[in-house]
């Protein structure tokens, strides 16, 4: 569950982060009756993302095991494809999100209503379609269905209270150290969710060595303490990994981590052109 409340908290405040640009655009340059197209295009792309989930969990219990099996290895992989590139576009696209946004909006203002609803709806929905993937591939790893969405409603909920106070400027959040270190945590909840995959390739047949293990923990691990829980929530860790899992854990995770912390080269402020002299 708290792998699950830390995808609910990071992408609900990234979508938080981005109807709030949206309206404080509008609010500060005295536009307020174009608010309610900004929240059409929200409720457009929340229902969307709602049914996209609700679709993934219904669908794939009709399909047969193998299917089934195959399904959950190519969601997981889609997944922890997202996660990688989110956290990656985040780092990049931080600075520049809000002008971007605003840009955007100025040029559907100009051209009318389904424009905004348009703008809103892109901006938003691309976060909720990849909230809903990731939702659906890191609960596999729960035996029921009711604590990831206690999970992912809470983190979702802590999102849209975080973004008020923001709004509000009621709190002050760094926010480049936090989405430096809940993208941390989320690699390693990624690197999970691959070993997720590899798991259900290897039931579906697609690969072999399924009973092939790295190691066996199992007689000594206990599986309902605390931090046995926590583990498995949070980067999937079982007592008895296969090799091939193992080896996809730390082939992603390691890479992957210590070049998302690697220090960024700092940018270069462009250099002003230098008026030519008059003669």
Do not use: C
């Amino acid at each position: 569950m708290t792998a699950i409340y830390l995808i609910g908290l990071r992408e609900g405040l990234e979508i938080t982060l981005v109807v709030s640009i949206l309206v404080a655009f509008l609010v500060k340059s005295d536009r307020k009756p174009l608010l309610r197209w900004v929240w059409a295009g929200v409720a457009v792309a929340a229902g969307l993302s709602v049914g996209f989930a609700a679709l993934l969990q219904f669908g794939v219990a009709r399909l047969e095991y193998t299917h089934q099996e195959l399904f959950e290895a190519v969601a997981s992989i889609v997944a922890v494809t997202f996660v990688t590139w989110m956290i990656f576009w985040m780092r990049r696209m931080a600075r520049k999100m809000g002008s971007e946004l605003r840009g955007r909006l100025e040029d559907a203002i100009t051209v009318g209503p389904l424009a905004i609803v348009g703008v809103a709806f892109l901006a938003v929905v691309r976060e909720g379609l990849e909230t809903s993937i990731l939702f659906y591939a890191a609960a596999q790893g729960t035996s029921d269905s009711v604590r990831p969405l206690v999970g992912v409603s809470l983190g979702l909920l802590t999102a849209v209270v975080l973004g008020w106070l923001l709004y509000l400027s009621a709190v002050r959040i760094n926010l480049t150290r936090f989405f430096t270190w809940t993208g941390a945590l989320l690699v390693l909840v990624a690197a999970g969710i691959l070993k997720y995959g590899v798991h259900d390739l290897q039931e579906a047949g697609a690969l072999p060595g399924l009973n092939t293990t790295a190691f066996d923990i199992s007689g000594s691990w206990p599986p309902g303490a605390w931090y046995a829980e926590l583990l498995r929530g949070m980067v999937n860790f079982t007592p008895a990994p296969s090799v091939l899992e193992t080896i996809a854990w730390l082939a992603y995770g390691i890479p992957v981590l210590v070049i998302f912390l690697w220090p960024q080269r700092p940018t270069k402020p462009a250099r002003k052109t230098e008026p030519a002299l008059s003669k």
